[in-house]
């Protein structure tokens, strides 16, 4: 609560807070608190009354806390140290020399991935993905670009398709600057390191869905490797259900010395990047701008991830990037993906895009010593909770509609029913317009459609599919229709 709203809630506790804080502002508010009482405010902690019963959290299973202790803060410290050994990891660095560049980067990412893979019983597959980049902003002549991608193929449902991508190049303060040293610990040999990290523990476990572990190239020079990988999907008409970029995850420490060791940023965005004018006009019409499949998946990502096991919190931001700053995920925006990007809470400048040197007796550049690797291991936990979940969950139901062909006071709702083998069913949740997050949930069973005593005017609907083990896929949120 902000110190404006005091004056109009004068319940007891509020003014002795406000009254501790200034003896100047308590004569002002003494005089004049002769306001009438007001009803307690509704807070997104208390559910409204309505059909079904308060949302709770989903607990991570047998399977995925054991899966969640073996993330290892050791390997995760000796990718991002071999990382940036191999001195500067820029995208127009050298491709062939075997110690020192971005080739050596690649095909030391490539044989740890076919280790991985050589652990999968066939079901991961790691190739070098790679074109030529026309010269174009920040590629002076034509460059190859070359992402290193393992794809783990699903048993149940291998075209529902799930990404997580860290990019390898790095850069430093001239983003035109291939030969001095950019190590590129925190940004983003981090992001590598989770990537690599959740390839080595899922590659020996089945999954329902496909997952892609990719360490993309050529971030720092306008995206351009991510966008390759989305447009390859896209071609090969796969299902994109969910996409992260993480994207300095290395340390909590901000340049002020703020530490905060449990949370990690999920940037996720509220109006599609790729929505279209009838979205728009709809959106315009009814609502939704808080409700886009990538803010969805950010709410996915609370559910599953915010626990004991994982040890972090989630802190969901409503945007789809910092100011001035973007990343990978937007090249899945961009297609029309749901995705989001995670990054640390604090950022220290001195240690991102800078050229490593001692300045006034400060080390700026992006160097390992200022990583900190049980965070990265936690940063992978919260990773590894959001997809495996996703992976062993139905799929997002599709086609949902809110039926509006009359006016009415109740609310139908419809949907396609999935093909998993496992599908048990559909939850519908429900939230006050002005939550955040869903509020209540009621079992609807093994149904397409369904109608609700309560009014679609008056609150926000979604759906979301239910298996037999109780893992839920992320809300579809319904467009109007018939
Ligand atoms: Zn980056």
Not at 111 to 127: F, K, N, P, W
Not at 128 to 142: C, D, F, K, N, V
Request: glycine fraction near 8%.
């Amino acid at each position: 609560m902000g110190s404006d709203d005091i004056g109009d809630r004068p319940t007891r506790s509020t003014r002795r807070t406000f009254l501790s804080a200034s003896a100047a502002a308590t004569a002002a508010t003494a005089a004049t608190v002769a306001v009438p009482a007001l009803a307690a405010p509704a807070t997104a902690d208390a559910p409204p009354a309505g059909p079904g019963r308060a949302t709770r959290a989903q607990r991570p299973d047998r399977e995925l806390r054991d899966l969640l202790r073996q993330v290892d803060p050791r390997r995760i410290e000796a990718i991002v140290r071999r990382l940036a050994a191999f001195g500067t990891r820029h995208t127009l660095s050298s491709q062939d020399d075997p110690q020192r560049g971005i080739g050596a980067a690649r095909d030391w990412i490539f044989a740890r991935l076919q280790e991985y893979a050589a652990t999968s019983g066939g079901r991961m597959t790691v190739e070098l993905q790679s074109y030529i980049q026309e010269p174009a902003s920040r590629i002076p002549t034509a460059t190859r670009i070359t992402n290193v991608v393992a794809t783990l193929r699903g048993q149940t449902s291998p075209n529902r398709t799930y990404v997580v991508t860290g990019h390898y190049d790095s850069r430093v303060t001239d983003v035109m600057d291939a030969v001095s040293d950019a190590p590129g610990a925190d940004d983003d040999a981090s992001g590598v390191a989770v990537v690599l990290e959740l390839a080595r523990l899922m590659a020996s476990r089945p999954t329902a869905a496909t997952i892609v572990f990719a360490a993309v190239a050529a971030e720092e020079q306008g995206l351009y490797g991510s966008a390759y990988l989305a447009q390859q999907l896209k071609a090969a008409g796969a299902d994109v259900q969910g996409m992260f970029s993480d994207d300095i995850v290395g340390s909590s420490t901000a340049d002020d010395g703020t530490r905060d060791p449990y949370a990690v940023r999920l940037f996720a965005e509220g109006v599609p990047t790729a929505e279209t004018p009838a979205e728009a006009s709809t959106r315009q019409s009814v609502g939704g701008e808080n409700d886009s499949s990538s803010r969805q998946l950010a709410r996915f990502v609370r559910d599953v991830a915010e626990n004991d096991s994982t040890g972090m919190r989630v802190r969901v931001i409503y945007r789809r990037d910092r100011y001035l700053r973007g990343s990978d995920h937007i090249s899945f925006l961009r297609e029309g993906w749901p995705a989001a990007r995670f990054t640390e809470p604090n950022e220290d400048f001195a240690h991102q895009h800078q050229d490593v040197r001692v300045q006034d007796g400060q080390q700026f550049g992006d160097l390992p010593e200022f990583c900190d690797f049980g965070y990265i291991a936690r940063v992978a936990r919260v990773n590894a909770a959001a997809l495996w979940s996703l992976a062993q969950a139905p799929g997002t139901p599709k086609a949902a509609i809110i039926v509006t062909t009359d006016l009415t006071n109740n609310t139908t709702l419809r949907w396609q029913r999935g093909d998993e083998p496992d599908l048990a069913g559909y939850e519908v949740v429900w939230r006050e317009t002005t939550a955040a997050e869903w509020q209540r949930v009621i079992g609807v069973g093994d149904v397409t459609e369904v109608s609700i005593d309560l009014s679609k005017d008056n609150v926000f609907f979604g759906i979301r599919a239910v298996s037999r083990d109780g893992l839920r896929s992320p809300v579809a949120f319904p467009r109007p229709g018939s």
